[in-house]
């Protein structure tokens, strides 16, 4: 495994991560065990989580994988008792798990542009959105229903949920992405007043542009070559370039480390190579 970019000690905490299947949450996963705590890997993807922890384990960390739907409570509050009997109750929460879907996109970032058969702002399918906000918004309160109920009982821990630029600026093309996004920088407000008295924290992080599986296609041609698109992302972020899963590491640690950031609660922190902060000109 890599260095770490950021010094941290999690030694005797547990992190349960959403999501751990995927290029973003995976690498958090490993952050998370090679400073020291004793990682909960969650996702729909059994075989990527139980191969990230098996990697885990043969570098001499913490880690074990878990099936989990962050959809299905009933299913998640199996989880929960498994990773408490595994590794002891949750210290750390990071709702990483989300995602866009094709029927809940555009093809066109202009109407006026689209044309014949190509699908508008008006064939947009129902279930398409309906699935990316259940993805996002409720995929990330469900787990936090389920694994802060033992945060607020001793009376500590930290919840860290994965929010997007498109929360504060939409991006075209993923109306029903960027909503749920905005959902997500809400519910973060939202939780951390409600939980302000218990002890328990509440931030999230905003990633910028980075290149993954989901978003390869708008990026990229089939030849490798920048798209439209990316050329557009990429002259909107004063640091010209993608960035890296692994920068995201920094602000995640901070904001989950009680010694750093204990009085910090209800922000989302933009981690975007300045996309945030310029206005284009």
């Known amino acids: 495994m890599e260095r770490l970019p950021y010094q941290a000690d999690f030694s005797g905490k547990v992190a349960v991560v959403t999501g751990a299947g995927g290029v973003l949450c995976s690498d958090m996963a490993r952050a998370f065990a090679q400073a020291g705590a004793k990682v909960a890997a969650l996702d ?15 570098a001499g960390f913490s880690c074990q994988g878990y099936r989990a739907d962050v959809l299905d409570p009933q299913c998640l509050e199996g989880v929960r008792r498994q990773v408490v009997a595994d590794l002891g109750p949750c210290d750390i929460l990071v709702n990483g798990a989300g995602g866009n879907n094709p029927r809940a996109t555009t093809d066109n970032e202009y109407h006026h542009e689209a044309k014949e058969g190509q699908k508008t702002f008006f064939g947009l399918d129902a279930d398409g959105v309906d699935l990316v906000f259940k993805l996002n918004f409720q995929g990330t309160l469900l787990p936090t229903q389920v694994f802060a109920k033992d945060m607020v009982e ?42 302000a008295g218990t002890g328990v924290r509440c931030n999230a992080i905003a990633p910028g542009f980075l290149v993954s599986n989901q978003n390869r296609a ?29 920068e995201l590491l920094g602000g995640v640690f901070f904001l989950c480390d009680q010694r750093a950031a204990g009085a910090i609660t209800g922000v989302v922190l933009p981690i975007d190579g300045g996309f945030a902060a310029y206005s284009g000109v």
């Open 44 to 58: 729909l993807n059994q075989e990527a989580v139980e191969a990230l922890a098996k990697e885990c384990r043969e």
């Open 154 to 195: 001793r009376g500590a821990g930290c919840v860290l949920n994965i929010s997007s630029m498109n929360a504060y600026v939409p991006l075209t093309k993923i109306p029903a992405y960027s909503a749920a996004k905005a959902a997500v920088s809400n519910f973060t407000q939202w939780l951390a007043a409600h939980f």
């Open 218 to 246: 708008l990026l990229f041609h089939e030849d490798g070559s920048p798209t439209p698109r990316a050329h557009k992302i990429l002259a909107g972020t004063p640091m010209g370039r993608f960035l890296e899963s692994r």
